[in-house]
Antibody
């Protein structure tokens, strides 16, 4: 079964850091590009970051540029999101999503992990 | 800054047909934006419905269809059912790995 499982969410103070992980299974992780998408409480979905299959190409939304770092370890079938200088507005459920680049679609989603930034 | 626009809310009667749209604050949506559509119910992860304008994802009923209508992408639900009551999001591809979500449409079936 194709599956993505996020972990690492929690409560963190403003200005703090957190590292999210996404474990992939059931497919050849190293062949796929990946994305992080988030959803603030009661709000819509927001694309956060993209990483190519090799990790050589990376993009970020302006809202997180300079604070968040996406990375992957293909040997461990894992995707990561290092989040620094966290703000209250970063409070959200964070989803990892597989990107099927031939069709330009996020075709597999994890269930998400919740990040709360609060003092 | 590119803004992807969607109707905030829509309602449809059971068995009825509804068309949700996805536009741009400036310009027209074309197939070059590879519009995709996602369904989300409260507390759940998004589910992929439509990609590349009009291709249904695996397992998606054929009552869901995608198209370009005028200058917007469109998601049409034909024969709406109670469990279609969800939030629907469109996504447009801006190139260079950048994806932009619309604000979402809350669909009520009543």
């Amino acid at each position: 079964e194709v599956q993505l499982v996020e972990s690492g969410g929690g409560l963190v103070q403003p200005g703090g850091s957190l590292r999210l992980s996404c474990a992939a299974s059931g497919f050849t992780f190293s062949s796929y590009e990946m994305n992080w998408v988030r959803q603030a409480p009661g709000k819509g979905l927001e694309w956060v970051s993209y990483i190519s299959s090799s990790g050589s190409t990376i993009y970020y939304a302006d809202s997180v540029k300079g604070r968040f770092t996406i990375s992957r370890d293909n040997a461990k079938n894992s995707l990561y999101l290092q989040m620094n200088s966290l703000r209250a507005e970063d409070t959200a459920v964070y989803y990892c999503a597989r990107f099927y680049n031939t069709a330009i679609v996020m075709d597999v989603w994890g269930k998400g992990t919740t990040v709360t930034v609060s003092s | 800054q590119t803004v992807v626009t969607q109707e905030p809310s829509f309602s449809v009667s059971p068995g009825g047909t509804v068309t949700l749209t996805c536009g741009l604050s400036s310009g027209s949506v074309s197939t070059s934006y590879y519009p995709s559509w996602y369904q989300q119910t409260p507390g759940q992860a998004p589910r992929t419905l439509i990609y590349s304008t009009n291709t249904r994802s695996s397992g998606v009923p054929d009552r869901f269809s995608g198209s370009i209508l005028g200058n917007k992408a469109a998601l049409t639900i034909t024969g709406a059912q109670a469990d279609d009551e969800s939030d629907y999001y469109c996504v447009l591809y801006m190139g260079s790995g950048i994806l932009v979500f619309g604000g979402g449409t809350k669909l009520t079936v009543l």
